[in-house]
């Protein structure tokens, strides 16, 4: 029985101002005297298209904006800017055609290095890259760098001992969350209008709520592979962050699967909000009956007073789910994963390779307790989380909507959380981002959405999910919301547009 996290182990193991559509109009290519403006990547590629601007210059404005703030902030794992340059100068199609962005430090690109943020695989050049790599490509994107993870994406903070720490343009002091910590971050200080990130606990949401922009998970299965598909609880899905819901949309549509196989009906392209009126269920205290910090229960009130305001119906209610033994099975799930990472490693390396000297203390220390709880209770671990899965569908045959704080509190110090302090930080990961797992283990899509601020002026993520298949239903909400509410003017103060 081979368990694994895609997206987090899967690509290890492979080594072997906008508010509606129109907005780009009034937006034009103010905020910034370069090809990029403060243009959405729907407006970027709107004015590659109509010869505003070529995808040239578009991506050596991207460059010169990494260069001004990447130093202080750390997001980019490697540059690929000759590759980005080459791509440019061809002729492109799709959606994106001539967007700049990067590609999260998990997954592979032919030819091109992938670290996932480990000394480990320090020097590792992928010899291959999966279809939803090619989906990318296909969608017209200019990939000009790998953005930074923490090791195998294995916690909710990027900060390596391979790169150091990738910091929050809001305070740079701050966690940029993880684990598509560089993403969000490059997205966030405007040097992308949207990059690449992967879910597997929260990994999209998370950096979306500690960089205030839009991050969508799509449902087990919606959209193209990324790597193999588990045989245990495939709990990893790969999407974007970005700073309008329509960049979203348009990004979930290019690299949703279709036609025979595919696990939902396609989407397509989601372009407005509906007019049909919700059920929502508001749930604040996390699974584990904890209180989240009074900020973030008065953001998440203030959300749910909004959508009552446009017409949704509001109600206090939550799945009926054992949240502790929901976390310590999820643990377990997480620990095999590490231990998968941690077997391949040593069977490169060696067996007498020194693994503190490759590996993070997380890393070591998850895949030592897989071993010691062993198979069986792995198996029964498995067992409960499908059982989890089935009680979270169960809970939307009554309602439409669950809303959640993203995070129990607004981004967390640097070195609060990261792998270096082993497993006796990670067990108290889940006061923390105890919202989040939740959809991965019920294969169910969900979004972060920066509605919410902290009194230090720290974005505060708010928590909309479903049921399986239902982006449709999530991104209509979004564009309610961001119409109601809009939040792409914000810059933080670390910024290169």
Known sequence: MRVSRRGLMANAVALGALTSAGACDRLGLGGSSDALGDLDATGV??????????????????????????????????????????RAAETLSGPFAGVPTLI??????????????????????????????????????????????????????????????????WDVSRSSGGSSGGAAVAVAARVVPIAHASDGGGSIRIPASCNGLFGLKPSRGRTVLAGSPDRGVDISV?????????????????????????????????????TQRLRIALDIPNALGREPDPEVRAAVEAAAE??????????????????????????????????????????????DAPLDQLLEPLTIELAEHSRTQGMPALRAAIG??????????????????????????????????DGAKGMAVFNTLPDYVGYTPLQNVAGAPAMSVPLGWSSGGMPIGIHFSSSKGQEKRLLELAYELEQAQPWADRKPGVNAG
């Not at 460059?63 to 080459?86: D, K």
């Open 45 to 86: 590629a709107a004015a590659v298209r109509d010869g505003q601007i070529t995808a040239v210059e578009a991506l050596e404005a991207a460059i010169a904006r990494a260069e001004r703030v990447n130093g202080e902030l750390n997001f980019i794992a490697t540059p690929l800017y000759e590759y980005g340059r080459t």
């Open 104 to 169: 999260k430090d998990l997954m592979p690109m032919t030819g091109q290095p992938t670290k996932y943020g480990s000394r480990a695989f320090a020097n590792n050049v992928s010899d291959q890259q999966p279809p939803f790599m090619d989906a990318l490509l296909a969608a017209g994107l200019v990939p000009f760098g790998k953005s930074t993870t923490p090791e195998f994406g294995l916690t909710a903070t990027t900060e390596t001992l391979l790169g150091g720490a990738t910091k929050n343009p």
């Open 238 to 274: 790969n999407g974007c962050v970005s700073r309008s819901v329509r960049d979203t949309a348009a990004w979930l549509a290019a690299t949703e699967a279709s036609g025979e196989g595919a696990a939902f009906p396609a989407v397509g392209v989601v372009s407005g909000p509906s």
């Open 306 to 351: 909004l959508c009552r305001s446009l017409g949704h119906t509001v109600t206090e209610t939550k799945p009926a789910i054992d949240g502790a033994q929901f976390s310590t099975d999820f643990v377990l799930l997480w620990a095999a994963g590490a231990a998968e990472v941690v077997d391949l490693v040593r069977s490169q390396a060696g067996a």
């Open 384 to 417: 409960r989380l499908q059982a989890v899965e089935a009680a979270y569908a169960a809970f939307f045959e009554t309602t439409d909507i669950l809303l959640t704080p993203v995070l129990a509190k607004p981004p967390v110090p640097l070195g609060t959380i």
